[in-house]
């Protein structure tokens, strides 16, 4: 069997909740592979995620451990790199902090020997998360800003993106809401650059954005950031995102009289979490049921929450080498730095003999930006003219139009109306499944393209996208406007041509507009 034959059919049985197969085929192909490092060091790690993915934190240790001897002495030392950078997680999840640092201090200086420019940044910011654990973000954003340093070197879309987002958490606790907030601008568009964890990301920056209102006092403006972050992390349904949204509506609700409702949610999420080992959350979930209880005059149970968040937090701070942090560590990094970059000009005369594939990759990535509208990153009307009419196949076409977009513009200004267009995009975006696309046909004008073709499912899909735009909060943008659009929909049969199908949608949209506007309409064919 091949190893992706066998780790396909592992992931497969792991999609049907069978983990004893998933488990019984990792093991079958590190037995298989015992004497090839790389091969079996694979297995392992992946063996490791499933134990972990199961509360099994001490047996996913072991596995990596298993496999980082296993490469220690083997040629491969990439991969070296990645077990290592996976096993210095898994400790400090463990709040085994010092075996955390000691292993992300070694990878760092293997990543910087071998010019690894990714793995030495994640280096820094697992010592950066180290020192947010003692509260020391002072000392945590000197490595961000170090890792700054390298950002333009940096392979991994998403590492930049999680630089990013670490230095605004680390921003926040500062109370450096300005610096927090221009930051997030950037992590937005990175956000919904990456193509599978878009909707993720852009929930982690719904919270960090909810934080900074609540910390201004816009309370119903951070408890509406809040809903919007649920509903992004709904498809990848990530835990200790929907905890953090849960731990922020109970700080929220303290603060506007409704204590009672943050008590039974904190309590619930705690509840939740008791199988965990989440000590940083526990901490911060026994202090934010320590702020509802006072404000429910309950000063005895609020006593006794901040006690047990004190507990726990004098416990991590025993685990941190605290002494060896800081200062010492970011010296040492600074001394690897040189050879990083000696590695660094060597790769990149090694890149310039390969000049003639990077021009084409230019040309290719030029080639993507002249699909993308940059108002809203979503694909323009080239990319459906050019690109997607050659799409074979049914599917439905929906075609959005904002009502009285206009008096937007008028009222408010065009800048208003930009940022109303970037709304409505991200809106869009986020009601449709993968599969689906996105297009900006100008204007105020959307296309949807959907997989979907049973007209009655098109027509409650059209219509959920519908209302989740008339119920959107546009206040933040337009005080005492709302915004609504109308929606004309048609479905292609194998045979159609294009322009045909679009034709339809568009009459149809026409008819909800001289029906008075925010509604649906399906063009049916004629013969239909
Ligand atoms: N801010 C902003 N406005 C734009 C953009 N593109 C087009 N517009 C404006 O969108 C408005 C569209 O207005 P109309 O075509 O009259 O339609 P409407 O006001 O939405 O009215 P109905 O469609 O009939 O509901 C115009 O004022 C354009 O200037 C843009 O990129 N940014």
């Given at each position: ?32 592979n ?17 134990y ?5 934190i ?38 085994r ?41 002072q000392?945590?954003l ?31 606790a500062?109370t ?8 997030l601008?950037d ?34 403006g ?40 943050a ?5 619930q ?31 005895l ?5 901040e006690?047990?968040?004190h ?5 991590l ?22 050879k990083?970059?000696?590695?660094k ?12 594939l990077?021009?084409q ?21 080239r990319?459906?003219?050019?690109t ?25 200004s ?14 869009l975006?986020?009601s449709?499944?993968?599969g ?6 100008g ?18 899909t ?32 194998e ?12 009459k ?21």
């Amino acid at each position: 069997m091949t190893v992706m034959n066998v780790l396909n059919q592992a992931s497969q049985a792991l999609v049907e909740g069978d983990k004893a197969r998933a488990i019984a085929l990792c093991q079958q192909y590190i037995d298989e592979n015992t004497n090839d490092a790389k091969k079996s060091s694979l297995g392992l790690r992946i063996l490791s995620d499933i134990y972990f993915g199961s509360g099994k934190i001490e047996t996913a240790i072991h596995l990596l451990e298993a496999a980082q001897a296993k490469l220690i002495h083997s040629a491969d030392q990439g991969e070296l790199l990645v077990v290592q950078n996976s096993l210095a997680q898994r400790y400090a999840d463990d709040i085994r902090f010092e075996d955390a640092m000691n292993t992300w201090l070694a990878m760092a200086a293997e990543a910087a020997n071998m010019g690894d420019i990714d793995h030495f940044i994640e280096g820094l910011i697992g010592i950066a998360q180290l020192l947010e654990v003692v509260s020391d973000h002072q000392r945590a954003l000197q490595f961000y800003n170090k890792a700054r340093d390298h950002y333009e070197g940096i392979q991994s879309s998403q590492l930049k993106l999680r630089i990013n987002l670490c230095e605004v958490s680390c921003l926040i606790a500062l109370t450096l809401y300005e610096d927090a907030r221009q930051l997030l601008a950037d992590c937005e568009t990175q956000a919904l650059l990456d193509g599978e964890f878009a909707d993720a990301y852009m929930a982690e920056l719904f919270v960090y954005h909810s934080q900074i209102c609540r910390a201004m006092g816009q309370i119903d403006g951070a408890i509406n950031l809040l809903e919007k972050a649920r509903v992004s992390s709904e498809r990848h349904k990530l835990k200790w995102i929907s905890n953090k949204i849960s731990l922020e509506l109970g700080l929220c609700y303290s603060l506007i009289a409704r204590a009672d409702d943050a008590i039974l949610l904190l309590k619930q999420t705690l509840t939740d979490i008791a199988d965990l080992s989440l000590p940083m959350l526990r901490s911060e979930l026994y202090e934010a049921l320590s702020h509802a209880y006072d404000a429910n005059g309950e000063y005895l149970q609020a006593l006794a929450c901040e006690e047990q968040a004190h507990a726990i937090a004098i416990e991590l701070l025993s685990k941190v080498p605290v002494s060896e942090l800081g200062l010492h560590c970011l010296r040492r990094f600074k001394r690897w730095e040189p050879k990083l970059d000696f590695e660094k000009t060597r790769l990149e005369n090694a890149a310039l003999k390969n000049q003639a594939l990077s021009q084409q990759e230019v040309v290719s990535k030029l080639e993507k930006d002249v699909y993308i509208d940059p108002l809203t990153r979503l694909y323009n009307r080239r990319w459906l003219d050019v690109t997607f009419s050659t799409r074979k196949g049914p599917y439905a076409i929906l075609v959005a139009d904002a009502d009285h977009f206009k008096s937007v513009n008028d009222e408010f200004s065009h800048q208003v109306g930009d940022v109303v267009l970037q709304e409505l995009a991200f809106i869009l975006q986020q009601s449709v499944r993968s599969g689906d696309f996105v297009a900006r046909y100008g204007g105020e004008e959307f296309v949807i393209l959907l997989v979907e073709t049973q007209a009655d499912k098109v027509v409650r899909t059209a219509d959920r996208i519908r209302n989740q735009v008339e119920q959107h909060h546009w206040q933040d943008i337009m005080p005492g406007r709302q915004m609504t659009i109308s929606i004309g929909m048609a479905i292609k049969t194998e045979q159609e041509a294009v322009d045909s199908v679009f034709e339809r949608a568009d009459k149809a949209l026409y008819q909800s507009k001289h029906n008075g506007r925010n509604r649906v309409t399906f063009g049916k064919k004629k013969e239909d």
